[in-house]
Each structure stands twice: as structure tokens, then as C-alpha cells.
């Protein structure tokens, strides 16, 4: 019986052991409020998949011009805080690239997407998904521009 009684109690304190939640020890609260950032240092998101549109330009002077807006758009978006990542697929897919949208709903991202000319031209389409990630996603674009040689 006292077996099974200290059983019971060793199984019982790990139980707890394992059930208490950890919390890091570089815990930032200013940060992580700033980020929008909940107990586990996420947050929503809207994930939007790029996909080849209808209307694929065959001119090579219209798809530049189009491509340049689009790149343009993407900065515009980035820089007013409502882009946290962007990025082409390096294959030639139906499947063209991503964003992910410093927004809750889908309804916000569908608006931000009708501002993409890229969207209104019909060379691409979107497909939206609420999506939970890391918070400091929004640490993205701060520090982006300190790494490329290049402007994009």
C-alpha cells in the first residue's frame, strides 16, 4: 500500500511538472506588447499564396511594367506595416509566391490584396488562409533593409 501510495505521489508531482507552463528567461513584455504577441509569442496572421491568374502577358514590356508595379506594391505594403513577409517561389510553378499579411482577418487581406496590380491585371491570384505565427514576423522589415546591398 505505501508503494502505491508514493507511486501515486511521485506520478502525481510530475504530472504537475509537465503542466505548469515555462516561461523564458529573455522575456521582453515592451517587445512583445509592441508585436501584438500573446502568452506564447505568436500571433494572427493571413497567409496569402500567389498563383499564376488568367491573363499571363505573353509581352515582355507589359509583364516588366506590371512585375515593377507589383514589386512596388509589395514595398508600399511592407512599409506601412500591413506586410510582414513576401516572397517569389524559385521554380516555375503554378504556385508563384507568398505573402503573409500583418492582419487578422480575411477581410482586411482581401482589401490589401485588391491594391496589387499584378491582382487587378489578372496575372495572379490569391488564395488566403488565416495563419497563427511568431510575432517578431514583424521584426521582418526593420531590420531587411540593414542586410540587402541592393534595393529590390
Known amino acids: 500500500m505505501q508503494r502505491l501510495f508514493i507511486m501515486i505521489l511521485v506520478l502525481s508531482i510530475t504530472t504537475v511538472g509537465f503542466t505548469q507552463e515555462k516561461s523564458t528567461s529573455n522575456f521582453d513584455a515592451t517587445l512583445a506588447k509592441e508585436m501584438g504577441a500573446d502568452a506564447y509569442g505568436m500571433r494572427k496572421y493571413v497567409m496569402a499564396f500567389l498563383k499564376k491568374g488568367p491573363n499571363r502577358t505573353q509581352d515582355k514590356e507589359k509583364a516588366a511594367a506590371l512585375q515593377a508595379a507589383h514589386m ?41 490584396t485588391q491594391s496589387d496590380p499584378a491582382i487587378k491585371a489578372g496575372s495572379l491570384v490569391m488564395e488566403l488562409h488565416p495563419w497563427y505565427g511568431s510575432a517578431a514576423l514583424g521584426l521582418v522589415n526593420k531590420y531587411h533593409d540593414k542586410i540587402s546591398k541592393v534595393k529590390m
Open 72 to 112: 512596388q506594391n509589395i514595398g508600399r505594403l511592407a512599409e506601412a506595416g500591413k506586410l510582414a513577409i513576401a516572397g517569389p517561389f524559385l521554380d516555375d510553378g503554378e504556385l508563384r509566391g507568398i505573402y503573409i499579411f500583418n492582419v487578422e482577418t480575411i477581410a482586411e487581406a482581401k482589401k490589401l
